[in-house]
């Protein structure tokens, strides 16, 4: 029976890390017990399930996980499979998303070149591919995709420059007489949207793309994967927003921008100029958006699921 590994989520490397010493710091004694409880709990589940498996292994597989615990245990885990070439430690094959995301994988799990992959595109993104091309003239709103900047302590957010921030985003749309969308990250703090304008609507349910997506022409963000599928779209123009207290020497949208269907805005007056020259920027960006679908996306044809079950289970499957 063939074997896969099939992804989970999107992989990049943006050289952006949570500072969790800063949340050690602020825990209380009582929380810093429980997680502390729980990691020593977790590493002696993961070790007794080990140690079962490989008891109750045969010959090869036995010996294959006894050498990669005597090496595991002295070396990181790129280290470890930079030095393990036994095949037991690979798939027969990798079902990836797209050839750049299958790069990730094939450079921290040391794979070999050539090594069998099946492309199937972003499973999560069908639901957004049937606006890829929308024939009627799109209305001129913005999306705002928020993320947890503030809430995860990243380059210097806090609640108070959050607030900030989305006054002034606010009031740009106002003086441009737009409406503003929000869609909130899982882990955003819903008070902070709580007193906003009418004029900005907070998208909460998905099924609340249907009344949104026709009627924007611009996204704007930070590092979100979910700016991916508007970026493959035709009638819309995407904007990183990288506007931070911090300045790391970091580009936390690093991984968007260098495929050219997205720019990069430092700061709001930037943003004004940009969104005062949107078909400019438009146009720029609409020509790297087939090479943006095939190398980060592989295909944007509401598909990628279908392709899946084609991969794990045949024809008669599709």
């Known amino acids: 029976m063939p074997t896969y590994h099939l992804e989970h989520g999107l992989r990049f490397k943006t050289g ?59 070396n990181s885990i790129n ?13 027969d094959r990798y079902i990836s998303f797209s050839p750049l995301i299958f790069d990730y994988h094939k450079e921290m799990e040391n794979l070999p070149d050539h090594y069998p992959v099946d492309y199937i595109g972003i499973p999560s993104f069908d639901r957004f591919a049937k606006w890829k091309k929308i024939l009627n003239s799109p209305g001129e709103n913005i999306l705002f995709i928020d993320q947890p900047l503030y809430e995860k302590r990243l380059q210097g957010w806090t609640l108070e420059y959050k607030k900030e921030f989305l006054t002034d985003l606010i009031a740009i749309t106002r003086s441009r007489q737009i409406k503003l969308y929000i869609k909130p990250h899982p882990l955003n703090n819903r008070s902070v949207y709580k007193d906003l304008r009418e004029d900005v609507i907070v998208i909460e349910a998905e099924e609340g793309w249907e009344g949104v997506i026709p009627d924007i022409s611009t996204v704007l963000g930070f590092s979100s994967t979910l700016l991916m599928p508007f970026m493959a779209m035709d009638h819309i123009t995407c904007f990183a927003m990288e506007i931070h207290p911090q300045k790391n020497g970091h580009s936390y949208s690093d991984f968007l921008v260098r495929s050219g269907a997205c720019h990069v805005v430092n ?41 899946l079950r084609k991969v794990l289970i045949g024809d008669e499957a599709v």
């Open 79 to 91: 280290t470890t499979f930079a030095k393990i070439k036994n095949p037991l430690r690979l798939p």
């Open 16 to 74: 952006i890390h949570y500072k969790q010493r800063n949340f050690w710091a602020r825990a209380s004694d009582s929380i810093k017990k429980i997680i502390q409880l729980r990691s020593l709990y977790d590493r002696y589940a993961n070790k007794i399930f080990f140690w079962n498996t490989a008891k109750n292994s045969q010959r090869e597989a036995k010996e294959f996980l006894l050498k990669y615990y005597s090496i595991r245990k002295r």
């Open 267 to 307: 700061d709001f007056e930037n943003l004004q100029e940009k969104l005062q020259d949107h078909g400019i920027w438009h146009q720029k960006q609409k020509e790297h958006k087939s090479y943006f679908i095939e190398n980060w996306m592989y295909c944007f044809d509401g598909k990628s699921s279908e392709r």
